[in-house]
């Protein structure tokens, strides 16, 4: 389900430290191999679509407009060429996870898009995907019919 987030009153919030990259050339391949080693121990949780990640794919979503977050539990995008700027492919490490770290992942994307001047921002989150659902408490999230 696509959802809209309302940032028109979001107050910034705490986030892990990240390195963020949105320059293809600011990334390197010993990053892009830990990101796809870890992506290849866990593609059965990607569904069907998934394809091993190199670092020519990061590298042209990176030049295609796209904001790519890594901290040291996880990894996640913005899409910034859609009607809204889209919060995708969150990624937490199996060791991390269930401690909240994927909401700060939310919240760090909401930051930088708040801070690039959007009020409004989408994500997609999966009803079988409790854990991510969770950050669905705060009123700040709308369904969207179409995206």
Request: glycine content about 4%.
């Given at each position: ?67 790519f ?25 199996p060791e991390?996870?269930n ?47 179409e995206?």
């Open positions: 389900m696509y959802y809209r987030i309302d940032l028109s009153n979001y107050e910034p919030r705490e986030v892990p430290t990240y390195q963020e990259f949105t320059n293809y050339n600011d990334i390197n391949s010993e990053q892009i191999e830990v990101v796809s080693e870890e992506l290849d121990n866990f593609k059965d949780s990607f569904g069907k679509d998934w394809q091993e990640w190199n670092l020519k794919d990061l590298r042209s979503r990176l030049k295609d407009n796209w904001t977050y890594l901290t040291e539990c996880g990894w996640c995008f913005i899409d910034w060429n859609r009607k809204y700027p889209y919060l995708c492919n969150r990624y937490i490490i991390y996870r401690k909240g770290l994927g909401s700060d992942l939310v919240w760090l994307r909401c930051n930088e898009i708040k801070q690039q001047g959007y009020n409004y921002a989408s994500i997609k989150l999966e009803d079988w995907n409790k854990p991510a659902l969770s950050v669905m408490k705060e009123d700040i999230f709308t369904e969207l019919t995206i």
